[in-house]
């Protein structure tokens, strides 16, 4: 089995978009959806 | 983060992940889990069995496949399982491993890095500048 490391994107970079299948609710997810709460 | 379902890194800290996201999705944090392998090569990361795995280790996270295999490649994504913290921005803050530990190290599954990270969005606090890669299987890129 041989090992890869990651890529380590640069730090600063903004999160690509996304909007993928989820495979358990089978409805589409995208970024905006699984952002987190800022509350503060 | 991308995981995969066969992945032995990843099987490694399924519990730890689970554990991770449960204690921090209440401080406001969202979670989400990509696998962006070539099901064709690799039939054990199909849609059919990451919901099965999903089932079996409670994620707490959307699981979402990546047919494509686009998001990876926007993630410059390499491995299973690779992670990332994005701040309230949505500007990456952390990346890389889990904690240190890997099948057959013999250490303690902590997600000691990747909670650090966290903490210090909570708290404000610069992110460490030294992180470390994770390392695992390499992501099954279609040919």
Redesign the interface.
């Known amino acids: ?16 978009d ?1 909007n ?6 089978e409805e589409m ?1 995208s ?1 905006a ?8 | 983060m991308f995981i995969c379902n066969h992945c032995p890194f990843v099987k490694h800290v399924n519990d730890e992940i689970v554990r991770l996201c449960n204690d921090y999705h209440v401080t406001g944090f969202g979670f989400v889990a990509i696998n962006s392998n070539d099901v064709e090569n690799y039939p054990d990361d199909s849609p059919e069995n990451m919901k099965i795995t999903s089932e079996e280790n409670n994620y707490p996270f959307p699981y979402l496949f990546d047919e494509l295999q686009e998001i990876a490649k926007a993630y410059n994504a390499a491995c299973t399982p690779d992670f990332y913290v994005f701040d309230s921005e949505m500007k990456l803050v952390y990346r890389g491993q889990l904690d240190n530990a890997r099948p057959g190290n013999m250490i303690q599954v902590n997600g000691r890095d990747l909670r650090e990270a966290l903490d210090n969005i909570l708290s404000n606090s610069p992110q460490r500048k030294d992180q470390k890669p994770s390392i695992g299987c390499g992501i099954k890129w279609k040919n």
């Not at chain 1, 994107?9 to 690509?16: E, K, R």
């Not at chain 1, 993928?20 to 609710?25: E, M, P, Q, R």
């Not at chain 1, 959806?33 to 503060?40: L, N, P, S, T, V």
């Open positions: 089995m041989s090992l890869t490391p990651s890529n380590m994107m640069p730090l600063g970079t903004l999160a690509p996304f993928l299948l989820d495979v358990v609710t997810v970024l959806d699984i952002k987190g709460e800022k509350e503060r």
